[in-house]
């Protein structure tokens, strides 16, 4: 085929409507199969209409008559014309409507973003450690084997390169109970809690109790598999597992399959569990056959002390345990995993099925050799002492701006709970969306159906409890508080966040 | 705190038993804690046991008092021990059973793998071009913004870049009506597949149409979505689309909302779908409101002309387009994308839910700067010279080794019908276990329903229509055949591979 360039946009006119070849594409023949496409796609060219034959039209437009029959013939294949010996070359007989639809570039969001955004959930983006990423990514798919790149037969679990490199790092820094064979990789605690909740669900289990205060969108992960969430009340020793009953028992909490805790943190009223309480979660589970779900999030992230160990550790065949790369690298990997109880490993990964594989392999790859070289250690030191500096600017910052109002919360993690005057916190979530502040109020995570004024006011001191990590200086937040993620901003926003913080805050 | 490293491998013995400390851990404190913790896991230190005080173990040790409080502190918190005044620290009462656990290397499938493979589905995964990856991790890596590392929040359809570069793709390489807004980023063609059954049963459809010989995991995807899925004849000009019945109609197919095809390629029988098949398909969805998803697994690769465009061309609010990295690039990405009508974009996100945010941002990043900067184009046109090379030598070599055998499909995609003598399936296919082949049968693909006896023989023969790739040398697949994936093997495999196939075609 040889496609004529001497004419840099030819032109003519075809069943009546003007038909101009744009030369950018990939060669005449394409423009020219575009341009017919185009004609009969707007209704320019109606169904049935007669073509030039070959001849005339690549004679019209000065291109090789072989161009013209090949985009006739390719056109013909697709289904836009039709070729019937005798009666040539037609647009094929059928109505074709479309409304034209304007070329959308991809701008960014035209809604106002706020200036400062200090919602928790997220750690700064703007820390993740590209260079070491990439370093890493090329020791990975240097050296991975063909078969990696595959549809990964028999690895739903996950790779096996990132189940081992986690089994050995979880057991070291954070007491798991780990082995490849008992991890499985998803895509994000959501898509976990969501698989178990599937399993629960064929498990026959109808409730799964979380906490008074939590993430709304993990109840509603939950519901979403068919299970009720009664709420469970938070007091100073975290949450008052003594609330799930034993077989036999009445009450709330009675019918409950499994408990959906966040042991080294609280999220959001930010304590520790209480040992006692731990040890009453993973009773409960052994007595009633039940299940304790561990959604260890920032376990990692401890300022005062060594991180308290997983609760998994406690009874692997009872807790699941959960964990995510969301807070100690990048939301944006979507990579999270989960130790189970050797029972549930084939129901999880059945719970995935066919269409469930989910983290494409350079990505896991890459964690694993990430975690295996130190370079996530490394990442998680440089972000504690980071996150911890953050906390200490926060809480001076707030001792100056506003000495009635208190922090409170172990110091971990990448939130704190700011506790305001009675009955200010809506006031001052409107005065911080005036300031261009992103902020989130405590009230957004209470379960609707657990009553305000049940509220314990958690205080995370243990008078009983002889170690200073249990004991804060701060008062107890009231149901008016503030959940600040501190670990969001740039460092570049973070000074201005902190103003602006300290700006909305009732005086 | 001051750990001593001055005795290598400390040990005593604690509450009668034997306790060694392994100082490879993180230090003495960590090392004492996983001593401690193994006794009471393995039931050698008995829930209730009194724990020597951490001055006398201290000294039994020849180590820190202070490293000892630290670890009975910790593990207090983490609910091992508790710790009482005036009774002293005790193994927290609770049984706590488990069966030892051996640890178990991350062996190789110990199930015997066969020495060469030749089924359908996989490309040569030794061609996944690593460097050119790993060369476009970096830059794409180097120039995200930050919130690209996020959690993605108004980015559920997939990250903007990859959306973008797609849209201009498929609308050069596939003639695809595309814009980014229209794209939908999945994890491969059965995630895609899943979330439109979820859509499609929503809107109260009940049966998809589908292919008589087809994947039964698609089937069975469709199935999991509560659709049923009766089948179409397949016959020379490919899809029997005029058994799709038009509103009010009866007959098998009769109250079908949507009907999945290959039309490139058929899977597994290899014929393109005749022009007026193509037509047919689109107006059967205009006039029931129905839909067609087109499956366009390996369009790319057509080895005797320019590929056939995209059916979705033809009507882009009728026609849902599914592609995947699978088969360009490798399934291991978990790369693939939907473009949807206007109106069924969101509804295919909310499909997607919470807990369906799946692919990590560096890999979607990546495969975005893989289209842009060429590489996936270059991919391309290396593959499709490799698989056509691999075509034409099995072709020869089956034409050498059984001349009464004969392949059928279009010169296309990465597999071949192979046909086989009326009966002699099933003992071919065994012969092929013997060898240490993995062969894949076309009654594998029948669906269960559609009758063996009804099999119409597709020849791919279109005699009415002029254009040579529609008509093949080579005679109609009979029932007994061999769908022979000649992509799988890596180049160093595939001449063996081939030689065992001759070997154990019937004679």
């Known amino acids: 085929m040889t496609d004529s360039w001497a004419n840099p946009q030819p032109g003519t006119r075809v069943g ?10 990939s060669g005449l023949r394409s423009g020219l199969m575009d341009a017919l496409r185009e004609a ?13 034959s070959s001849r005339t039209l690549a004679a019209d437009l000065g291109i090789a008559r072989n161009t013209v029959a090949a985009a006739y013939t390719e056109l013909v294949a697709e289904g836009w014309l039709t070729a019937r010996q005798g009666s040539g070359t037609r647009v094929a007989a059928r109505a074709v409507p479309r409304r034209a639809e304007p070329a959308r570039a991809a701008a960014p969001d035209p809604r106002g973003r706020p200036s400062y955004n200090l919602m928790p959930g997220t750690p700064d983006l703007a820390s993740f450690p590209r260079q070491e990423w990439i370093r890493a990514v090329r020791r990975a798919l240097t050296a991975a084997p063909h078969d990696a790149f595959g549809y990964g037969r028999g690895e739903e679990s996950g790779r096996i390169e990132l189940r081992t490199a986690l089994a050995g790092y979880l057991a070291r820094a954070r007491g798991v ?16 809690l969501a698989l178990l909740g599937k399993v629960l669900r064929t498990r026959r289990v109808r409730e799964v109790a979380v906490d008074a ?4 969108a993990h109840r509603s992960i939950l519901a979403e598999a068919g299970l009720r969430t009664p709420p469970l009340a938070l007091d100073a020793r975290g949450t008052r597992t003594d609330e ?19 042991p080294a943190h609280q999220f959001p009223t930010g304590g520790a569990l209480h040992p006692e309480r731990r040890a009453a979660a993973v009773d409960w589970a052994r007595a009633t056959d039940g299940l304790v779900l561990e959604d260890d999030y920032d376990g990692e992230y401890r300022y005062d002390r060594q991180p308290v160990g997983a ?12 964990g995510t790369a969301s807070k100690s690298l990048a939301p944006g990997l979507r990579l999270a995993w989960m130790v189970l109880p050797e029972r549930l490993v084939g129901e999880v990964v059945a719970a995935k099925g066919e269409t469930d594989r989910l983290s494409g392999t350079p990505d896991q790859l890459t964690l694993a050799e990430f975690i295996t070289s130190g370079a996530y250690d490394r990442q998680i030191r440089a972000a504690r ?3 911890r500096r953050r906390r200490d600017q926060l809480t001076a910052a707030l001792a100056d701006a506003a000495p009635e109002v208190r922090v409170t919360g172990i110091a971990a993690g990448l939130h704190a709970v700011v506790q305001l005057p009675p009955g200010t916190e809506q006031s001052t979530l409107a005065a911080a969306r005036d300031q261009g502040l992103a902020l989130q109020g405590l009230s957004y995570f209470r379960h609707p159906s657990f009553p305000h004024s049940s509220f314990q006011h958690p205080s995370f001191q243990h008078p009983s409890f002889p170690h200073p990590s249990f004991q804060h200086p701060a008062a107890p937040p009231g149901p ?13 926003a973070w000074a201005g966040a902190l103003e602006a913080l300290c700006r909305v805050l009732p005086s």
């Open 16 to 25: 009546g409507v003007d038909l101009h070849l744009d030369p950018r594409g």
């Open 40 to 52: 009969v796609r707007g209704g320019r060219l109606a169904p049935g209409t007669r073509l030039p």
């Open 177 to 192: 109970h780990a082995s490849p064979e008992r991890i499985v990789i998803c895509s994000g605690f959501a898509h976990g």
């Open 213 to 216: 205060y939590g993430l709304p």
């Open 244 to 262: 799930l009953v034993g077989p036999g028992g009445t009450g709330r909490a009675a019918g409950v399959g499994a408990v959906l805790l966040t």
């Open 311 to 322: 609760l998994q550790g406690l009874d692997p065949e009872r807790v699941v345990y959960l």
């Open 385 to 387: 002492g980071r996150y």
């Open 480 to 492: 008016d508080a503030l959940v600040v993620g501190y670990g969001t901003p740039s460092d570049s």
